[in-house]
Nanobody
């Protein structure tokens, strides 16, 4: 069993910053890609940013230049630094990880989500 727990969401004024963190725990042998997705009301879940185990990153066009994704492989954590937040960024942000369990089974896991709200 693998769990992903996010933290760091909240309310921020437009132009402000937030940092999201996600820690994976459980029966983990290795983690391939880790990423952040978001879903706003009435919209589909979309990729925000993804990072490989070798720290290669891919960031969505709408957040490129404002958001930075990093990870700590030793701690099984991934973080998302969000700067210059704007009214298009509010959503529930979800952590995702491509995990190889100790059993060698592989699966994608999701966190429970953390709400980000931006006030104008």
């Amino acid at each position: 069993q693998v769990q992903l727990v996010e933290s760091g969401g909240g309310l921020v004024q437009a132009g402000g910053s937030l940092r999201l963190s996600c820690v994976a725990s459980g029966s983990i042998r290795a983690i391939n890609d880790m990423g952040w997705y978001r879903q706003a009301p009435g919209k589909q879940r979309e990729l925000v940013a993804i990072i490989s185990s070798g720290s290669f990153t891919n960031v969505g066009d709408s957040v490129n230049g404002r958001f930075t994704i990093t990870r700590d492989n030793a701690k099984n954590t991934v973080s998302l630094q969000m700067n210059n937040l704007n009214p298009e960024d509010p959503a529930v942000y979800y952590c995702n990880a491509d995990v190889v369990r100790r059993s060698l089974d592989r699966d994608h896991y999701w966190g429970q989500g953390t709400q980000v709200t931006v006030s104008s």
